[in-house]
C-alpha cells in the first residue's frame, strides 16, 4: 500500500527521476487526500519536478488517480502512477503539505528532508473526536435555526448530530461510504420523529435539514461544478455523480423513516 | 421582527461556518478568520435576498465577496485560499434543497422535485461560478506578476 512509499530508506539504488517523481507524487496524493483539488495536485507535480532539472513533464489526475511521467534533462525517463481512495477535508495538512512542495520548487529543502517532512505531515493529527463531536452539535443546532426551526428543534438537532458523529467516528473505517450513509440517516429519521412525537422539537423536518448538513455532500456538488466550468471535466463529472448519488441515499434514508412512522406522525 | 430574523441567521450561519471549519482540520488561529468569512457570506445573500435579487445573482455575489476577503487572508497568513473559502461558503451551500430534490423524486412528487432542484441547480452555479471568477483574476494576477519578475531578471542580467 502506499503508506509505506513514504519512507526513503527502501529504494538503495533508486535512479534520480525516480526518485524526484515518487516524492512530487508523495505530496500530491496526499493533497488530494486531504481534500485538494485536482488542479492543484497537477500543479505540484509540474512545479516540483521542473524545479528540480526535468525537462518534460506529463501530469493527468482526476480525484481518484494520478498518472505521470517526466523526462529529465539526460535522457532518464521515469513514469509512475497513484490510485486515491476517498478523501476527507484536512486543511491542516493541505497547509503543510503546501509549504512543503513550496519549500521543495525554491530548493531550500532537499528530497529526503521533504520526505520525512511529508511523513511528519501525514501523522499530523487534528481535534479529537470529543472536540469533533461537540462541534458537530453546534453545526447542527445552528443549521437547524438558520433554515428556519424553533428552539427546541435546534436542541433535538444538537441531539441528533452527536449521535451522527458518534457513530460515524467508531464506525468500522472499511464500510461503503454509502451504506454508511444509508444507515446514518435512517437513524436519524426515525430519531427525529420519535423526538417530535414525545414533544422534544415542534416540526421533524428542519430537525433532519440540521443533522443533514453534516452528512449532505452540498460542498462536493458545489465544487464538482466549479471542476466543469473549469475544465477539468472528468473529474468534475464523477464528483457530480458521487454527490448526487450520495444525497439520493440520505434522502431515501430519510424516507424509510417516514414510510414507516408517516402515518404515526399525522 | 424582521431584523431579528436577519441576526438570527447571520449568526447561526457563522456558528455553522465556524463549526465546519473546525470539522475540516483548519488550524484553531485561523477558526475565526473563516468564521468571519463565513459571517460576510451570509450577511451579503440575506441582504440580496431582502433586495430581491434572485437565487443565483444573490449567491453569486456572496461567493465573489467571500472569495475575494479569502484571497486577503490567505495571502496575509501564507494558507492556501481554498482553506477558507471552503468554510465561508458553507452556509450558502444547497443542502436543505439537494435534500428536498432528492426525497420528492422518491416520493414521486414531480413537481416540487423540479422546483427544488432548480434551486439547488441554481444555488450551486451560483457559487461555482463566483469561484470561477476568482481563479479566473488570480491566474491572471500571477501571470501579470511573472511576466514583471522574469523582465526584472532580464533587466538584470543585462
Redesign the interface.
Given at each position: 500500500m502506499s503508506d509505506n512509499i513514504s519512507s526513503a530508506e527502501i529504494y538503495p539504488n533508486e535512479k534520480f527521476s525516480d526518485k524526484l517523481l515518487r516524492t512530487a507524487l508523495d505530496i500530491a496524493e496526499n493533497l488530494l487526500r486531504?481534500?485538494?483539488?485536482v488542479h492543484?495536485a497537477e500543479d505540484t507535480v509540474d512545479r516540483i519536478c521542473k524545479a528540480h532539472g526535468a525537462n518534460h513533464v506529463e501530469v493527468f489526475s482526476i480525484t481518484s488517480v494520478i498518472i505521470a511521467s517526466i523526462r529529465m534533462e539526460d535522457g532518464e525517463y521515469a513514469m509512475q502512477t497513484r490510485r486515491i481512495y476517498g478523501f476527507s477535508?484536512?486543511?491542516?495538512?493541505?497547509?503543510s503539505l503546501?509549504?512543503i512542495s513550496r519549500d521543495l520548487c525554491a530548493k531550500k529543502i532537499s528530497l529526503d528532508e521533504a520526505q520525512n517532512r511529508i511523513l511528519k505531515a501525514k501523522n499530523e493529527n487534528?481535534?479529537s473526536t470529543t472536540?469533533?463531536i461537540l462541534?458537530?452539535m453546534?453545526?447542527s443546532g445552528?443549521?437547524a435555526?438558520?433554515?428556519g426551526g424553533t428552539f427546541l428543534d435546534a436542541v433535538a438537532a444538537a441531539v441528533l448530530g452527536m449521535l451522527i458523529m458518534v457513530i460515524s467516528s467508531f464506525a468500522p473505517k472499511a464500510l461503503n461510504q454509502l451504506a454508511m450513509n444509508l444507515v446514518l440517516s435512517t437513524i436519524a429519521g426515525f430519531c427525529a420523529i420519535f423526538f417530535t412525537k414525545i414533544g422534544f422539537g415542534d416540526n421533524y423536518d428542519k430537525i433532519?435539514?440540521g443533522t443533514?448538513?453534516l452528512v449532505?455532500?452540498?460542498?462536493s456538488?458545489?465544487?464538482s461544478?466549479?471542476d466543469?466550468?473549469?475544465g477539468d471535466t472528468l473529474s468534475g463529472m464523477l464528483q457530480l455523480i458521487q454527490s448526487?448519488l450520495l444525497?439520493?441515499i440520505?434522502?431515501?434514508g430519510?424516507?424509510i423513516a417516514l414510510f414507516c412512522l408517516g402515518a404515526w406522525i399525522v | 421582527m424582521w431584523m431579528l430574523n436577519i441576526l438570527k441567521l447571520i449568526v447561526t450561519g457563522t456558528l455553522g461556518a465556524a463549526g465546519f471549519a473546525v470539522l475540516f482540520g483548519i488550524k484553531l488561529k485561523h477558526v475565526p478568520v473563516a468564521a468571519v468569512g463565513g459571517l460576510i457570506a451570509t450577511a451579503v445573500y440575506v441582504f440580496m435576498d431582502l433586495w430581491g435579487a434572485n437565487l443565483f445573482l444573490s449567491n453569486f455575489l456572496a461567493t465573489i465577496v467571500c472569495v475575494i476577503y479569502a484571497n486577503i487572508f490567505a495571502r496575509v497568513l501564507k494558507t492556501p485560499s481554498i482553506v477558507f473559502i471552503t468554510a465561508s461558503i458553507i452556509p450558502l451551500v444547497p443542502g436543505g434543497s439537494l435534500f428536498y430534490t432528492m426525497s420528492n423524486i422518491i416520493l414521486g412528487d414531480g413537481l416540487a422535485a423540479k422546483t427544488y432542484g432548480l434551486n439547488t441547480l441554481q444555488v450551486a452555479l451560483g457559487i461555482a461560478g463566483g469561484i470561477v471568477i476568482e481563479s479566473l483574476v488570480v491566474s491572471v494576477m500571477l501571470r501579470i506578476s511573472q511576466a514583471k519578475l522574469t523582465k526584472k531578471r532580464l533587466d538584470a542580467d543585462k
Open positions: 486531504s481534500g485538494g483539488t492543484a477535508n484536512n486543511f491542516t495538512k493541505l497547509d503546501n509549504s487534528t481535534y472536540v469533533r462541534v458537530s453546534i453545526i445552528a443549521f435555526l438558520f433554515f433532519i435539514i443533514i448538513m449532505i455532500p452540498g460542498l456538488f458545489g465544487t461544478i466549479r466543469l466550468l473549469c448526487v444525497a439520493a440520505i434522502a431515501f430519510y424516507t | -
